[in-house]
């Protein structure tokens, strides 16, 4: 009998129907039956089940008698005895590791096995919890409850461990927003589905998508090329059927509807998702011509620019007064600009004069409007 992996829900199973499900010939007991009467799974097989599942990933280990432990903790009594037998006769199809270099002897899933989850130790849970509160605002919904059990599982993991410094540390550390934190914008899951599916397949769109500040969608014939995770906002780099040869970046939440259309994906000839970041397309590039910009902060302001350069090759010149001044040469972006008014009277634009002018206007702006 060939080698057979199966995965079987219960809601899957058609009435009346018969199934006879063995991962090797050489294995003498069934996985799955199922019969009219509905599906059951011997003891034997759901014990073994949750033996490998006990089995930590290497280095780590565990002896027959932890495991021993494990199983009667879940109703299983069995011998150390047998479980040594069933972990012998699993290695033999399984990429189970036996340490006996030194005692306590112990069993573990080799550092590179896939397909079954060994047990998740400490550092493991605590990555994937720390994981967790960074990736659910990037990801999209959908996707991000997929994983959910991976971060449930850990969670509850550190929950177990009441006197552990590991879950100490993960009570004492947050990630939080370097700028204002928003709501993610609604988003139609359907279309947002497609819409991924399609870059998986290399699959030409037909999608209704609707422009900024208007209620109705267009029809357009997109191409997708790339997804940007930007804050809340997932943006999907296309060109347009009419267009090909010119990327473009919009937001998933405008697409009201997506279907494929049949045909493949045209992509332009030498498109590169790096380069197009790197072009500063994503941050609203406003002309193609490089800013040699000058700008003074405030002492308090500018500080974090000697930690956290803006560019590679910025020159920030502390002055006699404290504040700094510094000199660079960035791309003409609105991020550029909404980054500058972020800091307020704390920063004063010296060069180009064009943006001199430019914030000169809206300081004078914002001066009336609080009159």
């Not at 993991?157 to 009441?162: F, N, S, T």
């Amino acid at each position: 009998m060939n080698e057979v992996f199966i995965s079987i829900s219960h809601d899957y199973i058609k009435k009346g129907t018969y199934f006879l499900v063995a991962m090797r010939q050489s294995m003498s007991y069934n996985l799955v039956t199922i019969s009219k009467k509905g599906a059951t799974m011997s003891d034997t097989t759901l014990r073994h089940i949750k033996l490998l599942e006990f089995l930590p990933r290497q280095p780590f280990k565990k002896s027959p008698q932890q495991l021993q432990e494990n199983l009667s903790s879940i109703g299983y009594r069995v011998s150390t005895r047998t479980i040594q037998r069933d972990l012998v006769n699993l290695s033999s199809k399984m990429m189970l590791i036996s340490d006996e270099r030194n005692k306590p002897y112990g069993w573990s899933w080799h550092k590179d096995a896939q397909g079954v989850n060994p047990v998740m130790d400490p550092i493991e849970a605590l990555t994937l919890s720390l994981a967790e509160e960074y990736l659910e605002p990037l990801m999209p919904s959908k996707s991000f409850s997929r994983v959910k059990i991976f971060f449930n599982r850990a969670n509850n993991i550190l929950k177990e461990m009441d006197k552990s410094q590991i879950k100490k540390w993960r009570e004492r550390v947050r990630v939080v927003p370097q700028w204002q934190k928003l709501i993610a914008p609604k988003i139609n899951e359907s279309a947002e589905a497609t819409i991924y599916d399609a870059m998986l397949k290399g699959q030409q769109l037909k999608v209704r998508y609707k422009k900024r500040g208007e209620d109705k969608g267009e029809q357009r014939t997109i191409n997708p090329l790339g997804l940007i995770l930007q804050g809340v906002v997932h943006r999907l780099i296309c060109t347009m059927a009419e267009d090909p040869e010119n990327p473009r970046h919009l937001p998933i939440h405008r697409f009201m509807s997506a279907k494929w259309n049949g045909n493949k994906v045209m992509e332009p000839k030498g498109f590169n998702l790096d380069e197009f970041i790197q072009s500063q397309k994503i941050g609203f590039l406003l002309t193609d011509k490089p800013l040699k910009l000058e700008v003074i902060f405030a002492a308090s302001a500018g500080f974090h620019l000697t930690e956290t350069p803006l560019t590679d090759n910025q020159i920030l010149i502390k002055q006699d007064n404290g504040n700094y001044l510094l000199k660079t040469e960035v791309h003409d972006t609105s991020q550029l600009r909404w980054w500058l008014l972020g800091f307020g009277s704390q920063v004063e634009v010296i060069k180009p004069l064009s943006l001199r002018k430019e914030f000169k206007e809206i300081a004078y702006n914002s001066f009336k409007m609080y009159q």
